[in-house]
């Protein structure tokens, strides 16, 4: 790829030649001079157009590629986004058919009809948001038992492609196309499994009802764009979910952009296509599904990746065609003058000068601007593998957890629970590596902080050991936090942790709680902040080593004692909380480091009546 930066030395040596040519030929006008100027003299006034137009034009062209290149970054980031989302998802249908099935394992029909704990099981089922049904169906094809409906009516859904796919063979997890429920007359698309037999033969199915609006609603909120696109597609082009929604539910044809995207590379991929409904042309970016027939697609408006090149162009065009009209009188009234003055093309030389120290500024400022990107792309990339590595972790653990205490050898119950611990430990890295990448998922609540500290007494007491003295200062009028419960909990074992290291002698850990509106410390951020101060008397650390405390992977520690991802996660999530986190140290008098996390609006009281506990386990 050519820059501008690149470009400055062709035109010195071009602007010498001139000058050299023009230099000579001065000489001889003091001899005989002429009123038409010379053909070099001309060419070099054709040069001060073509070349800043030159400029003007590569400048433009390498800004387009840059514009379409972010694009395309943005669209497959949020493309990527849509899939974590559809694989979490599916995976909780995969989870709820396993437990219904494990569940009914060895029960006839007539005893799963009268199974009035199954009911209550399935109906608590039916209260996950994703969920908009749970139901089986005998060999026959009829609703036997819902969580929703009791008695169910006489129906018959053999008619249905998820029943007709397992009837003919057990194909394992099954996503059939939208359609209206049977029993709850919406619009819904089914994840069924067959019911294990102990023949392998057919005796109905398990059947997951997912709603649409979960989905469209996940993406209403997922981008900031205007006229954005976003959809859930089966493999074999039939639309399950579509963010704006269409009338019906189209089956995409084999000739359509994302159809042959998909047949050119199945993994992912970018395409253009204009929209069926309101006939936008969008850029799209593609994913699929891991281990799933689904795809999810993402599109922006190709007008708006074209508008922010055209302001850009636009802005060039307001420096650039001023700069070229000057340069040209300038040049002008230089040619006029060169046979009488010497000190005109002095003034030329350093206006090209000028123009030369101007480009390298912008060489040079573009190379910070890759630089940035590029850290910015290391970023989402260690937040996208941390995602893609927790969700193994997850069906790993998942696994395990089937295995456990079901082996009837004790050595292999002690390798299933040591590969739990195992992918235990996987998961806190992986939490640490998303706190790191501000990617971690935040469950923000209102939480009473000094409630949740007096809680933490014990363990903290536990972490820290006997020979380190545990003091707090809570603020009795104390305002609520609005932050994750679990992420606070592991930031403050973190901190601990941190202070039990600097302290190997013994010492104190003091705990302190305060209430702070507008913080000096961040003059952009206006509003009520809950502040947490968790400081010890160990042996402190230089300047130096405060500065970079928050850094990811440094460390003081010595090797096989510490990661390095501690602080950084305690940073990320008062980042990712909308607070801020900074550290004062002294050598010799200790560390404290001081949380400030948002305020939040009193809890209202918990509906004690109207909750519903999920299995053990359970996952959304």
């Given at each position: 790829?050519?820059?501008?930066?690149?470009?400055p030395?062709?035109?010195?040596?071009?602007?010498?030649?001139?000058?050299?040519?023009?230099g000579?030929?001065a000489?001889?006008l003091?001899?005989?001079?002429?009123?038409?100027?010379?053909?070099?003299?001309?060419?070099?006034?054709?040069?001060?157009?073509?070349?800043?137009l030159?400029?003007?034009?590569?400048?433009?062209?390498q800004?387009?590629?840059?514009?379409?290149?972010?694009?395309?970054?943005?669209?497959?980031?949020?493309?990527?986004?849509?899939r974590?989302?559809?694989?979490?998802?599916?995976?909780?249908?995969?989870?709820?058919?396993?437990?219904?099935?494990?569940?009914?394992?060895?029960?006839?029909?007539?005893?799963?009809?009268?199974?009035?704990?199954?009911?209550?099981?399935?109906?608590?089922?039916?209260?996950?948001?994703?969920?908009?049904?749970?139901?089986?169906?005998?060999?026959?094809?009829?609703?036997?038992?819902?969580?929703?409906?009791?008695?169910?009516?006489?129906?018959?859904?053999?008619?249905?492609?998820?029943?007709?796919?397992?009837?003919?063979?057990?194909?394992?997890?099954?996503?059939?196309?939208?359609?209206?429920?049977?029993?709850?007359?919406?619009?819904?698309?089914?994840?069924?499994?067959?019911?294990?037999?102990?023949?392998?033969?057919?005796?109905?199915?398990?059947?997951?009802?997912?709603?649409?609006?979960?989905?469209?609603?996940?993406?209403?909120?997922?981008?900031?764009?205007?006229?954005?696109?976003?959809?859930?597609?089966?493999?074999?082009?039939?639309?399950?979910?579509?963010?704006?929604?269409?009338?019906?539910?189209?089956?995409?044809?084999?000739?359509?952009p994302?159809?042959?995207?998909?047949?050119?590379?199945?993994?992912?991929?970018?395409?253009?296509?204009?929209?069926?409904?309101?006939?936008?042309?969008?850029?799209?970016?593609?994913?699929?599904?891991?281990?799933?027939?689904?795809?999810?697609?993402?599109?922006?408006?190709?007008?708006?990746?074209?508008?922010?090149?055209?302001?850009?162009?636009?802005?060039?065009?307001?420096?650039?065609?001023?700069?070229?009209?000057?340069?040209?009188?300038?040049?002008?009234?230089?040619?006029?003058?060169?046979?009488r003055?010497?000190?005109?093309?002095?003034?030329?030389?350093?206006?090209?000068?000028?123009?030369r120290?101007?480009?390298?500024?912008?060489?040079?400022?573009?190379?910070?601007?890759?630089?940035?990107?590029?850290?910015?792309?290391?970023?989402?990339?260690?937040?996208?593998?941390?995602?893609?590595?927790?969700?193994?972790?997850?069906?790993?653990?998942?696994?395990?957890?089937?295995?456990?205490?079901?082996?009837?050898?004790?050595?292999?119950?002690?390798?299933?629970?040591?590969?739990l611990?195992?992918?235990?430990?996987?998961?806190?890295?992986?939490?640490?590596?998303?706190?790191?990448?501000?990617?971690?998922?935040?469950?923000?609540?209102?939480?009473?902080?000094?409630?949740q500290?007096?809680?933490?007494?014990?363990?903290?007491?536990?972490?820290?050991?006997?020979?380190?003295?545990?003091?707090?200062?809570?603020?009795?009028?104390?305002?609520?936090?609005?932050?994750?419960?679990?992420?606070?909990?592991?930031?403050?074992?973190?901190?601990?942790?941190?202070?039990?290291?600097?302290?190997?002698?013994?010492?104190?850990?003091?705990?302190?709680?305060?209430?702070?509106?507008?913080?000096?410390e961040?003059?952009?951020?206006?509003?009520?902040?809950?502040g947490?101060?968790?400081?010890?008397?160990?042996?402190?650390?230089?300047?130096?080593?405060?500065?970079?405390?928050?850094?990811?992977?440094?460390?003081?520690?010595?090797?096989?004692?510490?990661?390095?991802?501690?602080?950084?996660?305690?940073?990320?999530?008062?980042?990712?909380?909308?607070?801020?986190?900074?550290?004062?140290?002294?050598?010799?008098?200790?560390?404290?480091?001081?949380?400030?996390?948002?305020?939040?609006?009193?809890?209202?009281?918990?509906?004690?009546?109207?909750?519903?506990?999920?299995?053990?386990?359970?996952?959304?």
């Amino acid at each position: 790829m050519t820059t501008e930066a690149e470009h400055p030395p062709l035109a010195a040596r071009v602007f010498g030649w001139f000058s050299r040519r023009t230099g000579n030929r001065a000489d001889a006008l003091q001899e005989r001079p002429r009123r038409r100027l010379t053909w070099p003299l001309r060419g070099l006034l054709a040069t001060s157009l073509a070349v800043p137009l030159l400029l003007l034009a590569i400048a433009a062209w390498q800004n387009l590629r840059l514009v379409q290149s972010q694009g395309e970054e943005r669209v497959m980031i949020e493309a990527g986004e849509l899939r974590e989302h559809a694989l979490d998802t599916v995976k909780t249908y995969a989870i709820v058919l396993a437990w219904i099935d494990a569940r009914t394992r060895g029960l006839d029909w007539d005893q799963i009809e009268r199974d009035e704990e199954l009911h209550r099981f399935l109906s608590d089922l039916d209260t996950l948001p994703q969920i908009d049904e749970v139901w089986m169906a005998d060999a026959a094809g009829h609703p036997r038992v819902s969580g929703r409906s009791y008695p169910i009516p006489a129906i018959d859904v053999s008619d249905r492609d998820c029943f007709a796919a397992e009837q003919a063979q057990d194909v394992g997890l099954f996503i059939g196309r939208e359609q209206i429920g049977a029993l709850t007359n919406s619009p819904e698309f089914d994840t069924c499994e067959r019911r294990s037999t102990a023949g392998k033969t057919f005796d109905g199915i398990i059947v997951v009802s997912a709603r649409p609006a979960f989905f469209s609603e996940f993406y209403r909120t997922i981008s900031e764009d205007k006229h954005f696109a976003a959809s859930l597609v089966r493999s074999d082009g039939s639309l399950l979910v579509r963010y704006p929604p269409l009338g019906a539910p189209p089956v995409l044809a084999r000739g359509s952009p994302f159809m042959q995207a998909v047949a050119g590379n199945p993994a992912r991929g970018l395409f253009w296509g204009r929209g069926e409904t309101d006939g936008i042309e969008r850029f799209y970016a593609y994913q699929r599904v891991e281990g799933y027939p689904l795809y999810v697609a993402y599109g922006i408006p190709r007008r708006d990746v074209l508008a922010s090149w055209l302001g850009t162009l636009v802005n060039y065009s307001l420096f650039a065609v001023p700069a070229s009209l000057a340069l040209f009188g300038m040049t002008l009234l230089a040619a006029r003058q060169i046979q009488r003055h010497t000190i005109t093309s002095w003034r030329w030389r350093t206006t090209a000068r000028r123009l030369r120290r101007e480009m390298n500024r912008r060489a040079l400022a573009e190379a910070e601007l890759r630089q940035a990107q590029k850290m910015e792309a290391l970023g989402q990339l260690t937040g996208g593998v941390a995602h893609d590595f927790n969700n193994l972790l997850t069906v790993l653990q998942g696994s395990l957890e089937m295995l456990s205490g079901r082996q009837q050898s004790d050595q292999l119950q002690a390798r299933v629970d040591a590969a739990l611990r195992t992918v235990e430990r996987g998961e806190r890295l992986t939490e640490q590596l998303l706190a790191f990448a501000r990617r971690q998922p935040l469950a923000r609540a209102t939480i009473d902080l000094n409630a949740q500290l007096r809680r933490m007494t014990e363990l903290l007491a536990r972490t820290v050991g006997s020979g380190i003295a545990i003091h707090t200062d809570l603020a009795p009028d104390l305002w609520p936090v609005d932050a994750d419960a679990t992420q606070l909990e592991l930031a403050v074992i973190n901190l601990a942790i941190n202070a039990r290291d600097a302290m190997p002698d013994g010492g104190e850990l003091a705990i302190r709680t305060f209430n702070r509106a507008v913080p000096p410390e961040q003059p952009t951020k206006v509003g009520d902040f809950v502040g947490l101060e968790i400081s010890d008397t160990g042996h402190g650390m230089p300047p130096e080593v405060a500065a970079r405390a928050f850094e990811p992977f440094f460390t003081t520690k010595e090797a096989g004692k510490g990661t390095g991802l501690g602080l950084s996660m305690v940073y990320g999530f008062a980042r990712q909380s909308g607070g801020s986190a900074s550290i004062h140290s002294d050598v010799g008098r200790g560390t404290a480091v001081t949380l400030l996390l948002p305020r939040g609006l009193p809890a209202p009281e918990a509906d004690v009546a109207g909750a519903t506990d999920l299995p053990q386990g359970a996952s959304t």
